[in-house]
C-alpha cells in the first residue's frame, strides 16, 4: 500500500530469515525496502526471497528506507544503529541494545539526540496473551512474582551464537523475564544475582512499591523442556503466563504498532530508553557476578 512504511534490514541470520524479513515484507503497514549484511552473499539471498534489493553499503539502505530493523549481535547493533539514528531514521531494535552497559548508553544516547522514534523487540510482549496476562495482572494488587525461562541453546543449533555462547543467559534470556515482571509487579528497583550465566542464573528482584520477585534463566537445559513462564500473586489472585499460551500474532502486532510510531514521530512505551533500563539491571546483576 501507498503509506507503508519502507524499513530497511540490518542482518540475513537466522532471526533475520524467520522473523524480521518475512514480518516487514507481509505488510500492510510496512514493506522491506531492502537488506543489508556483513556477508553480501547471505544479504542477497534473504533480500532476494522476499523481492527486496540488496545492498552492498549500509548508506545505501539508509537512503533507500525510513526506518531501520536489526537482527544482528548487540555489539554490532550498538554501533549500526547508532548510525541509522544520527541519518535521520526510526530504529526497530533487538534486546539487549548493546552487550554491555556503556555500548547500552551510547545508542540511547544517540536516539534520544536524533529525535527519532525507536521501539525494542520485546517479542512476548506483543501477543495477545501477554498483554491480557498483564492487564489481569494490574487488579491483583500483586506482591510477589516468579519467572523461569530454560532453553538448550548452548548444546547448539542456529542461535549458538559466538555472543551467545560466551554471555550466557543473563543477556539473552534476563531480558524477556526481567521486561514482563517489571511490568507485572512495577519498576525494578533493585537486583540481586547469583549462580553462572552459563549454567543456571537466579536473580532477586525488588519492585517499586514493594512486591519481590525471583527469575531464572539457563540456556544449558537438555532434552525435551517445560515452556518458560510467569506468575504473578497478589491479594487479589493470582495469574500466570505460559509461553505455550502464545500465538503466532505478536510479529505482526510489533511490525504494526512499530509503523504506527514512525508515522505519528512518537516512539512507544517499549522504546530504546526502555530497552537501556533493562539492560541496567541486567548490567547490575552482571556486576555482581563478577564480584
Known amino acids: 500500500m501507498s503509506d507503508s512504511v ?38 542477497a539471498a534473504l533480500a532476494g526471497e522476499h523481492g527486496a534489493p540488496s545492498f552492498e553499503r549500509i548508506e545505501d539502505l539508509f537512503d533507500a528506507c525510513e526506518a531501520v530493523a536489526f537482527s544482528v549481535p548487540p555489539d554490532v547493533q550498538a554501533d549500526l544503529a547508532a548510525r541509522a539514528a544520527r541519518a535521520g531514521k526510526a530504529v526497530l531494535l533487538e534486546k539487549p541494545l548493546a552487550m554491555d552497559l556503556d555500548g547500552a548508553r551510547r545508542l ?32 491483583l ?24 555462547l560466551e554471555k550466557g543467559a543473563l543477556l539473552d534470556l534476563g531480558p524477556h523475564i526481567v521486561d514482563l515482571l517489571d511490568a507485572a509487579l512495577g519498576r525494578v528497583a533493585g537486583v540481586r544475582a547469583h ?17 519481590i520477585s525471583q527469575a531464572s534463566v539457563s540456556m544449558a537445559g537438555m ?9 504473578v500473586y497478589g491479594r487479589g489472585g493470582h495469574a500466570r503466563l505460559d509461553w505455550s ?19 505519528s514521530g512518537t516512539s512507544p512505551a517499549l522504546d530504546a530508553a526502555h530497552g537501556l533500563r ?14
Open 223 to 231: 532434552g525435551e523442556l517445560p515452556p518458560a513462564h510467569v506468575e
Open 278 to 291: 533493562i539492560q541496567e539491571v541486567l548490567a547490575s546483576a552482571e556486576a555482581q557476578l563478577a564480584a
Open 6 to 43: 519502507a524499513v530497511g534490514l540490518v542482518g540475513a541470520g537466522p532471526w533475520a530469515g524467520m522473523v524480521h524479513a518475512p514480518a516487514l515484507a507481509a505488510g500492510p503497514a510496512t514493506r522491506l525496502a531492502g537488506v543489508w549484511a556483513r556477508r553480501p552473499e547471505a544479504s
Open 108 to 139: 540511547a544516547g544517540a536516539v534520544a539526540e536524533a529525535g527519532v522514534v525507536s521501539q525494542m523487540v520485546f517479542t512476548l510482549r506483543y501477543s495477545r496473551a501477554a498483554r491480557d496476562f498483564l492487564d489481569r495482572t494490574r487488579g
Open 141 to 164: 494488587e500483586p506482591f510477589g512474582g516468579y519467572g523461569s525461562f530454560v532453553s538448550s541453546v548452548l548444546s547448539g543449533g542456529p542461535f549458538a551464537t559466538p555472543w551467545r
Open 245 to 263: 499460551q502464545l500465538g503466532d500474532d505478536a510479529f505482526a502486532t510489533m511490525v504494526a504498532e512499530f509503523a504506527a510510531a514512525v508515522r
Open 195 to 211: 549462580g553462572d550465566p552459563l549454567g543456571w542464573l537466579g536473580l532477586t528482584l525488588e519492585h517499586e512499591g514493594g512486591a
